[in-house]
C-alpha cells in the first residue's frame, strides 16, 4: 500500500441554474491530474492541448439536454504517483454529474426517475436502463421501511450503460446499503453469467470504496500500510444485488468496469432522502478504521 500508485484527487465545481421547474443551465469545473501522462496509454488519451481525457469524460457530455452547458478542465501536476482505476475516469464524473442532476431534480420539484427521463429524449440507451431498473424495483410503487430510502443513477461508460438505485439506511457507522437494483445494456449478452457477476462485483468494489477506501500521506508518507489502518467492505456489509440484462442488439461492450460509476451517487441521492448532505468529499467515511 505504501509502494504503488494511488488514486487521483479530482475536484468538480459545479453551478446550475433552475427556472420554472426546468434545469435550464449547467456548468462544471474540473481540476485533476492526468492518470496517463508518462504511462504506455498516453498517446490514445491525451487530448487536444495535452489534455487527459479521463479527466473529464462523461462530464464534457452528460446524458442530459440542458440549455446552457459548459464543462472546463485545468490539469495539475502533483507529487504523488497516480495511476488508472477500476472505472478510470467515471468514477469521480459519473459521481459528479449524477449527484448534481439529483440536486437540481430536487430543486425543481421533481422526481429523481422522472426528472431524468424528461431530458434523455436524445439518450434512448441511458432512458432504457433506467426505465428498466425503475421497474425492477418498483420505483413508484414500494413503501418503504421507517428510516429507508432509496437513490438512483444512471452513467455510461465504455460503450456500457448501467443504471442503479441502492436502498438504504443509517446508523452510528454510517450507510447501510440492503439492496442494489442493477440494469445493464452492453449489446448482444454473450454470457449473461459473466455480465451478471461483473454487475455484482463492481458494485461491491465500488461500494466499499466510495464508503471507506481513504489513504492519507502525512508529509509526502502514506499512512496506510495494511488492513489494519485500511477500511474495505465486509461480507456481511455485501447488500443482495438484483440484476437486469436489456436485450439489445447492439455490438457487444465491456462490462468489467461499467458496474462501478453508479453506485456512489447512488447512494449519496439515497443519503438525501433521508434529510443528509450528499457527501462532497469522498471516501463518505473519512477516517474510517479497520
Given at each position: 500500500?505504501?509502494?504503488?500508485?494511488?488514486?487521483?484527487?479530482?475536484?468538480?465545481?459545479?453551478?446550475?441554474?433552475?427556472?420554472?421547474?426546468?434545469?435550464?443551465?449547467?456548468?462544471?469545473?474540473?481540476?485533476?491530474?492526468?492518470?496517463?501522462?508518462?504511462?504506455?496509454?498516453?498517446?490514445?488519451?491525451m487530448?487536444?492541448?495535452?489534455?487527459?481525457?479521463?479527466?473529464?469524460?462523461?462530464?464534457?457530455?452528460?446524458?442530459?439536454?440542458?440549455?446552457?452547458?459548459?464543462?472546463?478542465?485545468?490539469?495539475v501536476?502533483?507529487?504523488?504517483?497516480?495511476?488508472?482505476?477500476?472505472?478510470?475516469?467515471?468514477?469521480?464524473?459519473?459521481?459528479?454529474?449524477?449527484?448534481?442532476?439529483?440536486?437540481?431534480?430536487?430543486?425543481?420539484?421533481?422526481?429523481?426517475?422522472?426528472g431524468?427521463?424528461?431530458?434523455?429524449?436524445?439518450?434512448?440507451?441511458?432512458?432504457?436502463?433506467?426505465?428498466?431498473?425503475?421497474?425492477?424495483?418498483?420505483?413508484?410503487?414500494?413503501?418503504?421501511?421507517?428510516?429507508?430510502?432509496?437513490?438512483?443513477?444512471?452513467?455510461?461508460?465504455?460503450?456500457?450503460?448501467?443504471?442503479?438505485?441502492?436502498?438504504?439506511?443509517?446508523?452510528?457507522?454510517?450507510?447501510?446499503?440492503?439492496?442494489?437494483?442493477?440494469?445493464?445494456?452492453?449489446?448482444?449478452?454473450?454470457?449473461?453469467?459473466?455480465?451478471?457477476?461483473?454487475?455484482?462485483?463492481?458494485i461491491?468494489?465500488?461500494?466499499?470504496?466510495?464508503?471507506?477506501?481513504?489513504?492519507?500521506?502525512?508529509?509526502?508518507?502514506p499512512?496506510?500500510?495494511n488492513?489494519d489502518?485500511?477500511?474495505?467492505?465486509?461480507?456481511n456489509?455485501?447488500?443482495?444485488?438484483?440484476?437486469?440484462?436489456?436485450?439489445?442488439?447492439?455490438?457487444?461492450?465491456?462490462?468489467?468496469?461499467?458496474?462501478?460509476?453508479?453506485?456512489?451517487?447512488?447512494?449519496?441521492?439515497?443519503?438525501?432522502?433521508?434529510?443528509?448532505?450528499?457527501?462532497?468529499?469522498?471516501?463518505?467515511?473519512?477516517?474510517?478504521?479497520?
Amino acid at each position: 500500500m505504501r509502494g504503488g500508485y494511488y488514486r487521483p484527487y479530482g475536484v468538480h465545481r459545479m453551478r446550475g441554474v433552475v427556472r420554472d421547474g426546468k434545469i435550464v443551465a449547467w456548468t462544471d469545473t474540473i481540476v485533476g491530474q492526468s492518470i496517463m501522462k508518462g504511462s504506455p496509454m498516453e498517446g490514445f488519451t491525451m487530448k487536444v492541448g495535452g489534455l487527459d481525457s479521463t479527466l473529464y469524460e462523461g462530464s464534457d457530455e452528460p446524458p442530459y439536454d440542458i440549455p446552457n452547458f459548459k464543462c472546463d478542465v485545468h490539469q495539475v501536476e502533483i507529487g504523488v504517483p497516480v495511476l488508472w482505476w477500476r472505472s478510470v475516469g467515471h468514477t469521480h464524473t459519473g459521481y459528479a454529474v449524477e449527484a448534481f442532476v439529483d440536486q437540481l431534480l430536487e430543486a425543481a420539484g421533481q422526481d429523481p426517475v422522472e426528472g431524468r427521463l424528461a431530458l434523455m429524449s436524445k439518450k434512448p440507451r441511458h432512458a432504457g436502463v433506467l426505465k428498466a431498473v425503475a421497474e425492477l424495483a418498483n420505483w413508484t410503487g414500494t413503501k418503504l421501511e421507517q428510516g429507508r430510502a432509496r437513490g438512483v443513477a444512471v452513467v455510461e461508460s465504455f460503450d456500457t450503460f448501467v443504471a442503479q438505485i441502492v436502498e438504504l439506511s443509517m446508523s452510528d457507522e454510517g450507510p447501510r446499503v440492503h439492496k442494489v437494483w442493477c440494469a445493464v445494456d452492453c449489446g448482444v449478452a454473450v454470457n449473461p453469467d459473466i455480465i451478471r457477476a461483473q454487475m455484482e462485483g463492481g458494485i461491491g468494489f465500488g461500494l466499499g470504496h466510495i464508503l471507506y477506501a481513504e489513504q492519507v500521506i502525512d508529509a509526502g508518507v502514506p499512512v496506510s500500510g495494511n488492513f489494519d489502518t485500511y477500511r474495505s467492505l465486509r461480507i456481511n456489509e455485501m447488500p443482495v444485488i438484483e440484476v437486469k440484462i436489456v436485450a439489445s442488439t447492439e455490438k457487444p461492450t465491456g462490462v468489467g468496469e461499467p458496474g462501478v460509476p453508479p453506485i456512489g451517487p447512488a447512494v449519496a441521492n439515497a443519503m438525501a432522502k433521508l434529510g443528509l448532505q450528499r457527501p462532497k468529499q469522498l471516501p463518505i467515511m473519512r477516517g474510517a478504521s479497520a
